[in-house]
């Protein structure tokens, strides 16, 4: 009975002891981190949390990071998750062709790269001829918009010009288990076709105006509008890729 009551003082004093003797302080230490590609004052912010202190200097683009010493592999591969570089820039290529259909056969025809187009046009209309008057290449960056404008030959012997308009709000590619494809925001596909009145002349605008998504490298028939009160169409035909 002695020996139980002696063990368990010694184990009452030896705890007593151990709740007496101060804990190491953690280890402190002081680190500078240059960053390549991040903001020095949003990875601060993002590390504060994790970190003892964390100051930024953002004329030199770097970090100084106080954090305990068992906690520094974390801060560092944070640092190396989030100071990466920026994603690349997209650029999109999209070309419309503006193509004139007859209800007879035409000169001058279409290049090789719209004959395969022409066959399926000839197969849902019942036109004969076919006549590429414009083309229209914009490039624009991935989600934005763009617009150009020419002058087209309407056969016309006068002085007046067709004024062609190719306008969209944004084009946007996107990949999928298919491939990759782009879609054309508000897209507006036009011509601004003079006609003469007594003495005047006035325009009148024709066109198309829908949202497309196109598989890159495709080419799409948008749709057909008529072209000035005539037995003539316009046609517009579409296709998109994404560029370097």
């Known amino acids: 009975m002695k020996r139980i009551v002696i063990l368990v ?13 101060p ?9 500078i981190y240059q960053l ?32 305990n010493k068992d906690g520094i592999l974390d801060i560092e591969e944070m640092i190396r998750r989030f100071d990466v570089p920026p994603p690349a820039v997209q650029n999109v290529e999209v070309t419309i062709y503006l193509l004139t259909a007859a209800s007879q056969p035409v000169a001058g025809g279409v290049p090789s790269e719209l004959e395969s187009v022409v066959r399926q046009l000839k ?23 763009g617009e150009a404008s020419g002058v087209v030959d309407n056969g016309s012997k006068t002085e007046l010009k067709t004024i062609s308009q190719v306008k969209f709000r944004s084009a946007s590619p996107s990949t999928d288990d298919k491939g990759r494809a782009i879609r054309i925001d508000n897209l507006k596909v036009g011509l601004k076709v003079p006609v003469m009145s007594e003495h005047n002349v006035q325009y009148i605008d024709t066109g ?34 994404v560029v370097d």
């Open 9 to 21: 003082l010694l184990t009452a004093v030896a705890s007593l002891y151990a709740q007496e003797q």
């Open 208 to 241: 198309i105006a829908t949202d497309v998504d196109i598989r890159e490298g495709q080419k799409v028939v948008v749709g057909k509008a008529n072209m000035d009160g005539s037995d003539r169409a316009s046609i517009v035909v579409l296709t998109a890729k």
């Open 123 to 145: 197969g849902m209309f019942s036109y004969k001829g076919y006549q590429l008057i414009d083309t229209q290449v914009i490039r624009v960056r991935a989600g934005q918009g």
């Open 36 to 67: 390549k590609y991040a903001g020095a004052s949003r990875l601060a912010n993002l590390l504060k949390p994790f970190a003892r202190h964390a100051y930024a200097d953002d004329q030199l683009n770097t970090m100084t990071i106080e954090v």
């Open 23 to 31: 804990k190491p302080k953690p280890e402190i230490v002081t680190r």
